[in-house]
């Protein structure tokens, strides 16, 4: 929806209309999206998501959807855990498949969901007790019990997740956030050329270090999240009233504020070409810091994703680990202008997947 009317109102600088029975601005503007996540914050620091603040259900009580004072001091709370000594940490190489099918069946958009989803804001007081991800917490509650049990309710040694959660605990109880997506739509035969250099200068091994060298690898990864971005859009909420200089349009409190990021950055007017695959374009000489505004994959402000740098690494260390030993292809049914499955909640996923070839290579030493 909110792609939809930035297209089709392409002079405009916010577009308004009714979700629901729920007042909406699209904002297509750069200049206004700063205003809203950075310079005038403090008028939209809520996502305004939950419209039941007291009943929420306990998979959605976490960093994401938190406002106010709680979202302070969660955010407060899990900076640390998200700092670069604990990225270098060798915690990315347990691979707990519990938790990742259950990372899976979190961001899997469904039937079941999206009707719960679209009758809680349709009849908010008639469907407060409804979940949305109901069966992913009965799955995941007694897991991580089961966990802390194991452990004492005390960190391990092993600086997992759990671990950082219990350091955490210790100053708060909070919960946290995981969001990472990435589709890749080609990988350029210089992404291969620079891992194969900078692993062979750090023998061959994978290291966060070495990670951080691969400059062309992160530009390539930034132009996939450009052409489709974890998140379709950003939502804010208006809490007090507040009116645009720009335009002189007032913002009344409870109107929710929609930045179509999926638009903004295919859009031709920042990027040349868009439907282009050109990681160059994010080069430190050519990227046009004007677009500061309009790139948003991650968020920006106060309330930009606390697992940036986290989900950034993560990803560049799949990319590397998959890219040093295959060469990926589109297969013979890959469709070269893959569209948003209409369905994504979210998290956006591509209409049909993405079937990808992969062929075994020779490191070069």
């Known amino acids: 929806?909110?792609?939809?009317?930035?297209?089709?109102?392409?002079?405009?600088?916010?577009?308004?209309?009714?979700?629901?029975?729920?007042?909406?601005?699209?904002?297509?503007?750069?200049?206004?999206?700063?205003?809203?996540?950075?310079?005038?914050?403090?008028?939209?620091?809520?996502?305004?998501?939950?419209?039941?603040?007291?009943?929420?259900?306990?998979?959605?009580?976490?960093?994401?959807?938190?406002?106010?004072?709680?979202?302070?001091?969660?955010?407060?709370?899990?900076?640390?855990?998200?700092?670069?000594g604990k990225l270098k940490a060798d915690s990315l190489n347990d691979e707990n498949?519990?938790?990742?099918?259950?990372?899976?069946?979190?961001?899997?958009?469904?039937?079941?969901?999206?009707?719960?989803?679209?009758l809680k804001l349709i009849f908010p007081e008639l469907f407060k007790y409804a979940k949305t991800q109901g069966e992913v917490e009965a799955d995941i509650v007694p897991l991580v019990k089961e966990i802390l049990k194991q452990r004492n309710y005390q960190p391990s040694g092993r600086n997992d997740i759990i671990d950082l959660l219990l350091e955490c605990k210790a100053k708060g109880t909070i919960v946290g956030e995981s969001i990472q997506h990435f589709k890749p739509d080609e990988t350029p035969e210089i992404v291969k050329l620079e891992l194969?250099?900078?692993?062979?200068?750090?023998?061959?091994?994978?290291s966060y270090d070495a990670i951080k060298e691969m400059t062309y690898?992160?530009?390539?990864?930034?132009?996939?999240?450009?052409?489709?971005?974890?998140?379709g859009f950003l939502i804010r909420q208006c809490v007090s009233k507040y009116t645009i200089p720009e335009i002189e349009v007032t913002i009344?409190?409870?109107?929710?504020?929609?930045?179509?990021?999926?638009?903004?950055?295919?859009?031709?007017?920042?990027?040349?070409?868009?439907?282009?695959?050109?990681?160059?374009?994010?080069?430190?000489?050519?990227?046009?810091?004007?677009?500061?505004?309009?790139?948003?994959?991650?968020?920006?402000?106060?309330?930009a994703c606390i697992g940036e740098q986290l989900g950034l690494m993560q990803s560049l260390a799949g990319l590397a680990a998959v890219l040093c030993c295959c060469s990926v292809e589109p297969g013979p049914t890959t469709i070269r202008n893959p569209k948003i499955d209409p369905r994504s909640g979210i998290v956006q996923s591509i209409k049909g997947g993405l079937p990808l070839l992969f062929r075994k290579r020779e490191i070069k030493n």
């Not at 070409?273 to 991650?298: A, G, I, M, T």
Request: aromatic share 14%; glycine share 6%.
């Open 1 to 84: 929806m909110a792609a939809e009317m930035y297209w089709k109102y392409p002079k405009e600088k916010i577009v308004g209309f009714y979700r629901a029975f729920r007042p909406t601005l699209v904002v297509r503007d750069p200049e206004i999206v700063k205003r809203i996540l950075t310079t005038d914050f403090i008028h939209f620091y809520s996502r305004g998501i939950n419209v039941h603040k007291k009943i929420i259900e306990p998979m959605l009580r976490n960093l994401f959807f938190a406002d106010g004072d709680v979202w302070r001091l969660l955010r407060q709370r899990m900076t640390p855990a998200f700092t670069s």
């Open 97 to 118: 498949s519990a938790f990742r099918q259950l990372g899976a069946k979190v961001f899997t958009p469904t039937a079941k969901k999206l009707v719960i989803g679209m």
């Open 196 to 206: 194969d250099d900078f692993l062979a200068k750090h023998g061959n091994k994978m």
């Open 217 to 231: 690898l992160e530009c390539a990864f930034k132009e996939g999240m450009r052409m489709f971005p974890s998140l």
């Open 252 to 303: 009344d409190p409870g109107v929710q504020i929609l930045i179509p990021i999926q638009a903004l950055q295919n859009d031709p007017q920042y990027f040349a070409n868009p439907e282009q695959f050109r990681p160059e374009r994010f080069l430190p000489e050519e990227f046009d810091s004007h677009n500061k505004y309009v790139y948003l994959p991650f968020g920006l402000g106060p309330r």
